[in-house]
């Protein structure tokens, strides 16, 4: 991983003149890259959550969720349960996407009782 982080700095603020978004990423990526990957995920989402648009900080913490084995993207059904999960565990999203999701259900269940 410490390669793959390294690339992505050189990547990352090459891309981004102002480098502000990545200085506010930059504590989770190190702490990823030094195999905290519980305290990496804490950090982004406090970053993420201060700045939704800081992609360094998504690509991170997406980052640091597939080393925590959360993610098994070979596995379409757990990678969309994981989703569900982080929408639903995020304050920011949470209200909104459980009422999406209720009427999700809802309109499934009406049409499955034709």
């Not at 502000?20 to 990823?32: N, S, T, V, Y």
């Amino acid at each position: 991983m410490a390669g793959t982080a390294r690339a992505c700095h050189v990547l990352f603020v090459a891309n981004d003149p102002s480098n502000d978004r990545w200085d506010a990423a930059q504590e989770g990526a190190e702490l990823l890259r030094e195999g905290e990957n519980d305290h990496a995920v804490e950090e982004l989402e406090r970053v993420a959550a201060v700045d939704p648009n800081n992609e360094y900080a998504f690509f991170f913490l997406g980052s640091a969720h597939f080393e925590k084995g959360r993610f098994d993207i070979g596995n379409k059904i757990d990678y969309l349960r994981a989703t569900v999960e982080l929408a639903l565990e995020r304050p920011d999203l949470a209200d909104d996407f459980r009422a999406i999701l209720y009427e999700i259900v809802d309109r499934e269940r009406q049409n499955n009782a034709k």
